[in-house]
């Protein structure tokens, strides 16, 4: 992410109108640590 390489997308489920992340926790926290403001769902 440093580098400028993107990261891998995240999965999500929605549950009405709420998304849950399956896999990509960390990649959320980093995307939020470095203020990234678009995180791509796969």
């Known amino acids: 992410m440093l580098r400028g390489t993107p990261l891998p997308?995240?999965?999500l489920i929605r549950v009405g109108?709420?998304?849950?992340?399956?896999?990509?926790?960390h990649r959320i926290s980093v995307a939020?640590?470095?203020?990234?403001s678009c995180?791509?769902?796969l």
């Open 9 to 11: 997308p995240v999965v």
């Open 17 to 25: 109108e709420v998304y849950y992340v399956v896999d990509g926790h």
């Open 32 to 36: 939020r640590a470095l203020h990234q």
């Open 39 to 41: 995180i791509v769902p």
